[in-house]
């Protein structure tokens, strides 16, 4: 829905820079491009973080279901390490070598 609405606020902007400015049309071409960048930047950057989430919430949910994870060289499971969820980091368990040890769940892959 946020991207139609994206589309129809771009086409009101250009109907308005055609009929309603006394731009050149070279300062009108700068201005599109201008705003294509923009609108193809912030289009490839909501594309990236869905897919940085997606991973994210994969590597939790594997995390759940007691599997290992890699994360810098270390293997985390839910013997040595407790999912803190608010900051999605795991911090080593009292008692076990990794203790206080945090690790960012985006450091991890699987």
Excluded: W
């Excluded at 086409?11 to 071409?29: C, G, R, V």
Aim: charged residues 15%; glycine residues 6%; hydrophobic residues 45%.
């Amino acid at each position: 829905m946020g991207y139609i609405f994206g589309l129809v606020v771009t086409a009101l902007f250009f109907a308005a820079m055609h009929y309603f400015t006394e731009l050149t049309k070279k300062q009108k071409i700068t201005i599109s491009a201008v705003l294509f960048a923009i609108i193809t930047s912030a289009t490839a950057y909501n594309i990236y973080s869905a897919k940085e989430q997606e991973k994210m919430l994969d590597i939790v949910m594997r995390f759940e279901q007691h599997k290992d994870i890699e994360c810098n060289g270390i293997t985390v499971n839910d013997a040595n390490f407790s999912l803190s969820v608010g900051t999605y980091t795991f911090i080593g368990k009292k008692g076990t070598p990794n203790y206080d040890q945090m690790i960012s769940v985006s450091e991890c892959s699987f």
